[in-house]
């Protein structure tokens, strides 16, 4: 399959930051495109983060508004499209292994076209490997190009070729493109995009582009349009999500952002991904002082030592993370913190993981996503000096995690007995005749109910049992 290459992804242009204003594309349909997917099914899977399910959401508006239909079995699909996420090594095998099973589909069917979308081929590397070893893949586009979606897949039917377009810009804001919520009441929100933190061992800065925040009347009518559609609870969505604002003129902040949103009638807010270094006063007295900030943050701190924290390019220390945790139950006392950890970056000694694991014991955490320090090319990184081994680095992680544990025991034991708020989400994995959903501090709570209306609404449940990741209750009458 010959190639067409309207744009390659460049790791020198995705390093730069212009001191320049970030446009604005207000999304409008080409009406040449409106009927290219008539009669057509398409199917998406949605790797990684939650940006990379919103942005799913934002591409399966602009599909159904070209006239695919949505299917739920990929393997019959007239259109494939794997948003990928490029954040761990494991992640990309899991995609790898995916395309393998798509392979032999598509040598059945040669109509089928597949496409690679999201944070991978934002790198050099990948979408070089798609080239040479993936000939079948039709599409390959970016983080930056949704909106050019429909154009990209007419090219592709009509060349019969691999069309290409990954764009290593500073990024840009899509506002008004069609979206296919998930939920019909919880819903992502995007506030803001890209990174600029540059954290020695990620990638993201380099695939997502600079931080660009959206305009506090697109965010504010976004979220009014929700309210009045029906909708309970919103997550506010960024690469570094407390950032907002630093991009923008004038002094508005993300303190202000929620204080204005809680002003909208949406009754929950949530927000995510915290940087420890941007969390301001505002912000915390936002927590206190508004109904719908829900008393819960994830704030990843990555390591408990001072030298590695130094060598990740956190920009904060130990004491510095410590003494924000201290404001933040000061003023929200009942707050469960979770948080994101590494161990064995490279070279961490023994002394060292065990800085991290003291830290844990003092914060008491109530959860954590803890990995294994994965290599990403082209970041600082990764030309680091290790010398830890695999065992070692797995026998930390495991040790790290009985203490990660204990936390979320913890954390639902303080509910046992007591009455509590939950969103119900749907029918529970955990038995038969029993609903699921999560209270005001993300505790995710089981209770035994038939009755499905009750989808989408607020219940009390009295917290019978707690155990290490969820709790079960009783629907209060």
């Known amino acids: 399959m010959k190639n067409i290459k309207l744009a390659m992804p460049s790791l020198k242009e995705a390093r730069m930051r212009k001191n320049v204003n970030i446009p604005t594309i207000r999304y409008a349909l080409d009406e040449k495109y409106k009927n290219l997917g008539l009669g057509k099914t398409y199917y998406i899977f949605t790797y990684g ?21 949505k299917s739920t079995d990929p393997m019959n699909s007239d259109l494939v499209i794997l ?71 007419a090219e592709a039917y009509a060349s019969k070729a691999k069309v290409v377009e ?13 979206k296919i919520r998930e939920s019909k009441h919880k819903a992502w929100v ?37 309210v009045k559609a029906g909708y309970v609870e919103i997550t506010l969505l960024g690469q570094n999500v407390n950032a907002y604002g630093k991009d923008l003129e004038g002094e508005y902040t993300f303190g202000d952002l929620l204080y204005d949103l809680d002003k909208t009638g949406i009754k929950r807010i949530r927000y995510t991904t915290s940087h420890p270094r941007d969390l301001d006063e505002k912000t915390m007295l936002a927590m206190r002082d508004c109904k719908s900030v829900m008393p819960q943050l994830h704030l990843p701190v990555q390591s408990g030592d001072n030298e590695i924290l130094k060598r990740m390019n956190r920009k904060y220390t130990y004491e510095e993370y410590v003494t924000k945790v201290e404001r933040l139950r000061e003023l929200v006392p009942d707050i469960a913190l979770t948080t994101d950890i590494i161990v064995g970056f490279p070279n961490e000694t023994r002394a060292q993981f065990e800085n ?21 090319e082209g970041t600082p990184a990764a ?28 954390g639902h034991q303080r509910f046992l007995h007591q009455i509590v708020e939950v969103l119900v989400d749907g029918p529970s994995k955990n ?4 609903l699921c959903g999560y209270t005001p501090h993300l505790k995710l709570t089981h209770f035994k109910s038939q009755d499905t209306s009750l989808v989408g ?21």
């Open 383 to 410: 030309s680091m000096p290790d010398t830890i081994s695999e065992a070692e680095k797995h026998e930390r992680l495991t040790e790290l995690n009985q203490y990660i544990n204990a936390g979320y025991l913890k």
């Open 166 to 178: 990954v764009i290593s810009s500073e990024g840009d804001i899509l506002e008004d493109a069609p």
């Open 431 to 434: 038995g038969e005749d029993m």
């Open 457 to 477: 609404k607020l219940v009390k449940v009295k917290i019978t049992e707690a155990k290490t990741w969820f709790m079960i209750g009783e629907l209060c009458e």
């Open 49 to 69: 983060c939650q940006g990379n399910e919103a942005d799913s959401e934002v591409m399966c508006g602009i599909l159904e508004q070209v006239g695919f239909q």
């Open 356 to 376: 991290t694991l003291n830290l844990v014991k003092n914060v008491n955490f109530e959860g954590a996503f803890t990995f294994i320090y994965s290599k990403r």
């Open 83 to 153: 948003n990928t996420c490029a954040i761990r090594e494991n992640a990309e095998q899991r995609i790898w292994g995916v395309l393998g099973q798509l392979k032999g589909r598509k040598r059945e069917n040669p109509e089928m076209l597949v496409g690679i979308a999201g944070c991978m081929p934002q790198e050099e590397n990948a979408t070089q490997k798609i080239l040479e070893s993936y000939s079948f893949i039709d599409l390959v586009i970016g983080t930056h190009n949704k909106n050019h979606l429909p154009q990209l897949i």
């Open 190 to 226: 995007n506030i803001m995009y890209g990174c600029d933190e540059f954290c020695t061992y990620c990638i993201v800065p380099y695939t997502r582009g600079r931080e660009r925040s959206r305009a506090k009347e697109d965010i504010l009518a976004e979220v009014k349009e929700l």
